[in-house]
């Protein structure tokens, strides 16, 4: 066999197939590389992001023997990292926020009201404070207190704020404690080097004076933690006073790895249990860490991105894979002739087949080895399917070839006629594609209704989320081939009416296509419902981003306070340029009964108007004597006694669920913008809603009192640009794109290679017709004919099933991670930007099927009559 010599003969067909088969291994391979490197990626920022408060893990030491020095708690920092298992010590580090600390907890002025004074020692904090006033704490001594006696007495340093908000300058001494209590002698003044390191998370009581407003107070409670040098850590377990021992031991988010998070999570509740082993005798350890939440929460919304790539990405890997196996149909045809002569001329099945096979084989293997070495250029961790992707493309090619061959060529000269009449299929065939539809549709009905089965933080993905797709597109193609003869014949049949000949010749070619035209449809309506899909999947979640950002903060712009806020500064913020409205409310923690609610005190009409025009569905005020409100439905409708600022007794004129900006689970109470002024009590608003497009950071100066806490300011747009700018979220999002784009390009090469191989044929019968008198222009009128049906019918059927999927599949897909956690109600808008990528791609698909009808009717018109009709003679 001259295997070579049909490589040379065919060598545009094969190159063709070797570039379609690079760019199917560099994508099956590289594309898992790309998608874990960006898990990766997006775990250790999702991790960088958060507090290291949050994100350490820090063991609590309660009711433990008092220690006395230094070494001794470095020594149990020594025990409880080697406690650590493999995972976390991969995690944990020495330096950066690692350090230990003791400090007192909640201990009270004794002679001060409503003011706590703690105690604390840091390890470290020689290098990370500064000192503005006085020296550093010395030796602890004693003091005679009146009306106490001799205690003892420590030197301490406070954080600037206290020493005005507190009154506590250098040299002064405060008793505190309620029982054996010690005093406090204030040695200096000190500031941290860098407020910004996220090592005062873990501290940040030592550098601020926190302010607690209790419920039913009008004065907030004030603390602040004092630092003290290394020979009063004694002395700060002297007495029955709460101490606590903290040990923090370090996370690098760069270390940090997507595919042991299951390990992690496992590794942390065995540390936990741990160190609770080595507690003291009526001791108490513990390991206080919201690492476990973060890591579940990532791997929840990792399942649901895997999911979602799972489903594009599968789709794509299937067209990927349809037009290779259309383009070894390209060089099967190409050969035929050539292998119909050896098997005539005694060549054995297998010879003949092998030989064809082997032509292809020398066109895919080089190129897929190419496209493998490539995928290792693609940045990320290498997942299993970077070795089997490449195995899986040269199976296709190779055994759809041998198969192919085989039965092309089972026996001499064996030659059929699919253009003039259609095999009718076998029952068994009709039975099966029956089963595979209603298969299909049972298996989305049992996803709409029951909805996903398993645990996808644990366990991974609905395995029936993952194949219903896969039925549904086979079923819509099954569908398509079977239905499109009938609304053809029936155009075939109005044509055959009309005086012209070319709509009825185009509408009957088109009919009596060969049966090879099952892989464009195979292809195509893949490509297009996926493409529906992703672009219906991303509107959808665009669109809940934005009313997500509106709910949670209520308002272009939003200002929270600890305590009041003066109508000075709500002048001064209506002051700042951007300003269009300000709107005040009060918001806080009341009791009904013995049930804890939530409490906002507001004018809906005038909020109604603040927000119109934005997606925001705010209710209409309550009506009625009294003091008439909005309730969550579990506190019913009778009246309520409300013990919030003051007691009131509010009626219940209508329910409510949420309110925005407030992110709360309890129940929740509206209640009009004066109704501490119908019972007698003063309004004092501590939260601003403010419409337009100010700065945050001005309104954030304006609204500031000077001395007190610097207010909270959340911006509509900043939240927008965080929900956003989420790890996974541009990952995604991203990958929907190039998806749809690469989906788009196969589509393309799909029908060019379809017109390729109906091309012969097509010029023959052209050539015929054109001996009966068709001009060239009606040749080409023709053969758009011939192929646009098929395109049509296959489009309509894509877009049908894109629209459908998200339906089918919503109760599956939690893509809350993305939407600010959110749930997309809706996949967006079947309008506009919904449907403009869809659109496009049938129009460009269109566009090019006319090209290709116009060049191949050139093409065909270059050719000698007599030529042609001396081959259809053969």
Not at 327 to 355: D, I, K, T
């Amino acid at each position: 066999m001259r295997i070579l010599t049909l490589m040379r003969e065919h060598a545009g067909a094969a190159a063709v197939l070797a570039v379609l088969t690079l760019s199917a291994c560099l994508l099956i391979s590289g594309t898992p590389r790309a998608l874990q490197s960006a898990y990766d990626h997006g775990l250790r920022q999702t991790l960088a992001a958060t507090t290291a408060q949050d994100r350490d893990l820090r063991v609590l030491a309660r009711n433990a023997t008092p220690v006395r020095t230094r070494a001794e708690l470095a020594a149990k920092e020594r025990a409880f990292r080697a406690l650590l298992p493999s995972e976390l010590a991969a995690l944990a580090t020495t330096g950066g926020t690692s350090h230990f600390s003791v400090r007192t907890v909640d201990t009270p002025a004794f002679d001060r009201p409503k003011q706590y004074v703690n105690v604390g020692w840091l390890s470290d904090f020689d290098r990370r404070l500064t000192w503005v006033e006085g020296r550093e704490p010395g030796a602890p001594s004693t003091f005679a207190a009146r009306g106490i006696g001799t205690i003892p007495l420590l030197e301490v340093g406070v954080p600037e704020g206290a020493t005005t908000t507190m009154n506590l300058p250098v040299g002064s001494i405060v008793v505190i404690g309620q029982s054996e209590q010690i005093a406090v002698r204030v040695s200096g003044v000190y500031r941290p080097r860098n407020p910004a390191d996220p090592y005062w998370d873990h501290e940040r009581d030592t550098i601020t004076v926190e302010e607690r407003l209790p419920p039913g107070q009008l004065e907030p409670d004030r603390y602040v933690t004092s630092l003290t040098g290394d020979e009063g850590i004694e002395l700060l377990g002297y007495g029955a006073r709460r101490t606590v021992y903290s040990w923090v031991l370090g996370v690098d988010p760069g270390r940090a790895d997507a595919l042991d998070l299951p390990s992690t999570l496992g590794a942390i509740k065995d540390y936990n249990g741990a160190v609770a082993l080595e507690a003291d005798d009526n001791a108490a350890n513990s390991v206080a860490t919201g690492l476990p939440r973060l890591l579940t929460s990532y791997a929840e919304s990792l399942a649901t991105a895997q999911t979602v790539m799972f489903l594009v990405l599968g789709g794509l890997l299937a067209v990927a894979l349809g037009v290779i196996v259309l383009a070894v149909q390209l060089m099967a045809e190409r050969m035929a002739a050539a292998l119909a002569l050896m098997r005539a001329r005694g060549g054995a099945l297998g010879q003949v087949a092998g030989a064809g096979t082997a032509v292809v084989a020398i066109a895919t293997v080089p190129a897929a080895a190419a496209g493998y070495l490539l995928s290792w250029l693609v940045p990320g961790p290498v997942t299993p399917m970077v070795h089997v992707g490449p195995l899986i493309v040269l199976g296709v090619a190779t055994g759809f070839a041998a198969i192919r061959l085989t039965l092309a060529h089972r026996a001499p000269l064996h030659e059929r006629r699919d253009d003039v009449a259609a095999a009718r299929p076998s029952p068994r065939r009709i039975t099966l594609e029956l089963t595979t539809v209603a298969l299909a549709l049972a298996g989305a009905y049992l996803v709409r209704s029951r909805g996903v089965s398993t645990s996808a933080a644990t366990l991974g993905a609905d395995p029936f989320l993952l194949l219903v797709p896969v039925a549904l597109a086979v079923a819509a193609a099954l569908i398509t081939l079977r239905c499109y003869p009938f609304p053809l014949r029936a155009l075939v049949r109005l044509a055959a009416r009309r005086r012209a000949a070319v709509p009825f010749l185009g509408l009957t070619m088109a009919a009596r296509s060969k049966s090879f035209t099952v892989l464009p449809v195979l292809i195509l309506l893949p490509a297009l419902a996926v493409s529906v899909f992703a672009s219906i999947v991303s509107g959808g979640v665009s669109s809940t981003q934005e009313l997500a950002a509106w709910q949670r903060v209520g308002a272009d712009i939003r200002v929270e306070h600890a305590v009041a806020i003066t109508p000075e500064a709500v002048a001064r913020v209506r002051n700042v340029p951007g300003v269009e409205a300000v709107l005040t409310a009060m918001t806080g923690d009341a009791v009904v009964g013995r049930t804890p609610v939530e409490v906002v005190s507001i004018d809906l009409a005038a909020y109604r108007e603040l927000v119109a025009g934005g997606p925001l569905d705010v209710p209409a005020p309550p009506g009625g004597p009294g003091i008439p409100a909005l309730a969550s439905p579990l506190l019913g409708r009778e009246p309520l006694s409300v013990r919030w600022q003051v007691a009131m007794r509010v009626d219940p004129r209508g329910s409510v669920t949420g309110f925005p900006g407030l992110q709360t689970q309890r129940n929740l109470i509206v209640l009009p913008a004066d109704a501490n002024e119908r019972v007698g009590a003063p309004t004092r608003p501590n939260v601003l809603l403010v419409r337009g497009s100010a700065d945050p950071a001005a309104v954030r100066e304006a609204a500031s009192t000077q001395g007190g806490l610097p207010p909270v300011v959340r911006s509509r747009a900043q939240t927008l640009a965080a929900i956003k700018g989420s790890p996974l979220t541009g990952a995604v999002l991203d990958t929907l794109m190039i998806v749809t784009a690469a989906l788009a390009v196969y589509c393309l090469v799909a029908v060019v290679l379809a017109l390729v191989i109906t091309a012969p044929a097509r010029a023959g019968a052209l050539s015929f017709l054109r001996t009966l008198g068709l001009s060239p222009r009606q040749a080409r009128r023709l053969t758009v004919l011939e192929i646009s049906p098929l395109i049509l019918f296959t489009a309509l059927a894509g877009l049908a099933l894109g629209l459908g999927l998200p339906v089918a599949l919503g109760p599956g897909m939690d893509l809350s991670a993305y939407t600010g956690d959110l749930a997309v109600s809706g996949h967006g808008p079947l309008s506009g930007g919904a449907l403009l990528t869809p659109v496009l791609l049938a129009a460009g698909l269109t566009a090019v099927s006319v090209l290709g009808a116009y060049a191949h009717t050139a093409i065909g018109r270059g050719r000698g009559l007599g030529s042609v009709l001396r081959v259809g003679d053969q």
